[in-house]
């Protein structure tokens, strides 16, 4: 059992050997037994020599007083992984929080979609005050139309008109239901003639669904495409105005075929649209 006394000037004595401990007051038994085990092993040495130098510890000329604080300092380090230490060293208790669990570099944040019954209340409320459209569940803003886009969309739909002969009915810039999430509205659709008060035409009745696009173009060659793919509609026709040509995608396989001087709808190849003369 090692003892330890304090003496007037804060030192220890060990073995009647003193061992001075600057600044502290406190007797600390684990110091106390580091302390004992470094004079065991040949690392404690009379501290009246003031070039004592620590055989394993320490690398550079320290004091008698530094000595036995390297020791204590062993000591805090030993003590904090476990309880954490004062800003002096001693070991003092400490509370634990969970830490927050990490996010997966895969994991992506949660997306909260709108049913059409939801998006309707939405406009319902006025909580709506802009032109859009719900695309998988996701309330989508439309872009504004120009007068090149109007004027192109006014032309072919006076053409469809035309020709129609009650073969089918023109809808211009009105929705179309494809399922719970998506409610889109293409620019033109070809669909089963009928009054539709009721219900807005699904893509069994579309024969046809027309997009024009000018700042939108990628857009509507991906999400819309890969919308309208998934809901089978029959024909989708992508009118590009920067590029002056009509990518025309066919179920079932949606290969695209970009047109540039003459189109015909797949389901109405009696009318033939010349795209020089519509761009021109």
């Known amino acids: 059992m090692v003892r330890l006394k304090l003496l007037n000037f804060y030192s220890w004595t060990v073995r009647n050997r003193p061992i ?4 502290y007051s406190r007797i600390c038994k ?8 470094r004079y065991q092993h040949g690392t404690a040495q009379d501290t009246s020599d003031r070039n004592f130098v620590p055989k394993r510890d320490l690398s550079v000329n320290v004091t008698k007083h530094a000595i036995a604080r390297a020791t204590e300092q062993q000591y805090a380090m030993r003590c904090a992984g476990r309880f954490g230490t004062t800003a002096r060293g001693f070991p003092q208790a400490t ?16 997306v909260h979609r709108f049913s059409v019954e939801q998006y309707y209340e939405l406009g319902e409320l006025g909580l709506l005050d802009k032109r859009t459209e719900l695309l998988e569940g996701i309330i989508t803003d439309m872009e504004p139309i120009g007068p090149y886009h109007a004027g192109i969309l006014q032309e072919l739909g006076q053409l469809f008109i035309e020709a129609a002969q009650n073969r089918y009915a023109v809808r211009i810039q009105l929705p179309v239901d494809l399922g719970r999430l998506s409610q889109p509205q293409p620019d033109l659709v070809l669909c089963t003639p009928g009054r539709w008060r009721d219900r807005h035409p699904k893509a069994s009745d579309i024969s046809l669904l027309v997009e024009i696009a000018l700042s939108s173009i990628t857009f509507d060659l991906r999400e819309k495409l890969a919308l309208y793919k998934a809901a089978e509609i029959r024909e989708y026709w992508v009118v590009d105005l920067k590029a002056k040509q009509i990518h025309c995608f ?3 396989q949606y290969r695209r075929q970009p047109l540039s001087e003459e189109i015909s709808p797949e389901a109405w190849p009696d009318i033939r649209i010349d795209l020089r003369e519509l761009f021109a």
């Open 95 to 110: 509370t634990t929080t969970a830490a927050p669990p990490k996010m997966s570099a895969t994991q992506q944040p949660k």
């Open 20 to 23: 001075a401990i600057r600044g």
């Open 30 to 37: 684990g110091c106390s037994a580091l302390v004992e085990s």
């Open 250 to 252: 066919d179920a079932p």
